[in-house]
């Protein structure tokens, strides 16, 4: 099966701007959650989408959104950019089934966004 | 979830068994031992997880103690590849719909294998 794939992998940004990144989940997967990692404040959850519902929520600004849609791709989008938002963006994917003991999350290479 | 307590870093000889040890003292009785690492700004990298039977897959082994206060994963011939993040997340396995279904990632342990 091929990996959890996010789109694009590098992007550069202006204060102010928006962005949106792109996450394909393992097939058959239909959880998505994202994670904000920065040298200064680590691996931190983001939210996680499941069926296309927005199941759980970290403590992140409403700036912070996202959304899945019907075939389980996810995208994430960040409004008025700050220069602390720079950022590897992470998305993992997961099983989530009746008869599943201890569901795993796999994530994607990631995105790198930069505010300048 | 249950916190977890790693050493900053740890060196191993390329060849040998890297032993990473993992203290998670507040454990729950449904709570699992999730393993990952994470190599230069990639993604992290799922390795093994376990309940309280020791388990091994084609990564590693995880030992975890009979009282499932702490663990231990084993990488049994480090490469320099295996130089990484490791990250020890303790965290319910089935969730209902709903509840907290996320990683919560700590520290880790800086994991340098040398030649």
């Known amino acids: 099966k091929a990996g959890v794939t996010q789109t694009p992998r590098y992007l550069i940004k202006t204060r102010g701007q928006q962005v949106t990144l792109s996450c394909s989940p393992i097939?058959?997967?239909?959880?998505v959650s994202w994670y904000q990692q920065t040298p200064g404040q680590g691996l931190q959850f983001l939210f996680e989408?499941?069926?296309?519902?927005?199941?759980n929520k970290g403590n992140f600004p409403g700036r912070f959104s996202g959304r899945q849609f019907s075939n389980s791709r996810s995208e994430m989008n960040v409004s008025t950019l700050e220069l602390g938002d720079s950022a590897l963006y992470l998305c993992?994917?997961?099983?989530?089934?009746?008869?599943?003991?201890?569901?795993?999350?796999?994530f994607g290479p990631g995105t790198r966004l930069t505010v300048l | 979830d249950a916190k977890t307590t790693q050493p900053t870093s740890m060196d191993c000889a390329e060849g040998r068994a890297a032993n990473l040890p993992c203290n998670h003292s507040?454990?729950?009785?449904?709570?699992?031992v999730y393993w990952y690492r994470q190599i230069h700004s990639q993604g992290p990298q799922y390795i093994i997880h376990?309940?309280?039977n020791n388990e091994t897959n084609e990564m590693a082994s995880l030992i975890i103690t009979e009282d499932r206060k702490s663990s231990t994963l084993i990488l049994p011939h480090a490469t320099l590849r295996d130089t990484a993040v490791y990250y020890c997340?303790?965290?319910?396995?089935?969730?209902?719909?709903?509840?907290?279904?996320?990683?919560?990632f700590g520290s880790g342990t800086q994991l340098t294998v040398l030649p």
């Open positions: 993992a994917s997961s099983t989530v089934s009746a008869g599943v003991r201890a569901d795993t999350q796999y």
């Open positions: 097939s058959g997967h239909r959880s």
């Open positions: 989408y499941f069926s296309e519902t927005q199941r």
């Open positions: 507040t454990i729950s009785g449904n709570e699992y």
């Open positions: 376990g309940l309280k």
């Open positions: 997340i303790v965290r319910v396995g089935v969730v209902s719909s709903g509840s907290a279904r996320q990683l919560t």
